[in-house]
């Protein structure tokens, strides 16, 4: 319950007004793969996107933002083997980095030239919004998994622990 209720509260995030790019996406997507059980973790982020995407409005790389966020989701699940920080960090940047060149690729795909200088230019024009998908990412991920941690490591041995920390 408690990741469900942080993955909501995330996802209104990308629905307030935001630096470009500086949105909790890729963080929750890992989170979800992480916490939840697998039969969630890659429904819940896609279904939160597929609604906020109703009311920001949907583009031409949606397939390509949507395939990113499952398979990150995907790398949640694998990280949750490999529990430490260090795995938590590592997944965070390589899906901040998987994200910008799946997405991007769609970008080219639909609004450039199918060249070799047409998929460099695309990748070029991105590398700003990238900043802020990088630290947004790293941030939110602190954020989600240290909160989720934290309050975790606080109700383990009391009577809100099943309630709380079930997916």
């Known amino acids: 319950m408690l990741s469900f209720a942080i993955l909501v509260l995330g996802v209104l995030t990308r629905l307030i007004v935001h630096i470009p790019n500086f949105t909790p996406v890729i963080a929750l997507s890992l989170f ?40 990150i989701a995907g ?22 980095v998987l994200f ?3 997405t991007n690729f769609g970008a080219w795909l639909s609004l450039y030239p199918h060249t070799w200088e047409g998929l460099v230019a695309c990748y070029v024009a991105a590398i700003p919004f990238f900043r802020a998908t990088f630290f947004s990412t790293i941030i939110y991920g602190a954020i989600l998994f240290g909160l989720y941690e934290g309050i975790a490591y606080r109700v383990k041995n009391t009577r809100f622990a099943t309630i709380l920390l079930s997916t």
């Open 32 to 71: 979800s793969g992480f916490y939840l059980n697998k039969r969630y973790a890659v429904v819940v982020p896609l279904a939160l996107m597929m609604i906020s995407d109703l009311i920001i409005g949907w583009h031409d790389t949606i397939l390509f933002t949507w395939g990113s966020i499952a398979l």
């Open 75 to 96: 790398i949640g699940i694998w990280a949750k083997r490999h529990k430490s920080i260090r795995v938590i960090m590592g997944v965070n940047i390589f899906s901040a």
């Open 100 to 102: 910008f060149l799946i």
